[in-house]
């Protein structure tokens, strides 16, 4: 609903971080919804990001706020 807050993930290695907003994005429009993206984090520090390694970076979550 507008005004409510969206929490989601994705925990593939195949979702890029850029595919995954898109993808995000792509759902307000077909839903006819306006999305506000509040916070974008990765996974924790026990689960290094390896540069140059694109599979390394598998979790995504996204805070989004329903406008």
Do not use: W
């Not at 929490?7 to 006819?32: G, I, R, W």
């Not at 306006?34 to 805070?63: N, W």
């Amino acid at each position: 609903k507008k005004g409510g807050f969206l929490v989601t993930c994705s925990c593939s290695q195949h979702m890029s971080p850029a595919l995954f907003l898109e993808m995000l994005n792509d759902a307000a429009v077909d839903a006819k919804r306006t999305i506000r993206m509040i916070e974008f984090r990765t996974q924790a520090k026990d689960h290094p990001t390896l540069l140059g390694s694109e599979e390394s970076l598998y979790l995504k979550c996204v805070v989004l706020n329903v406008l």
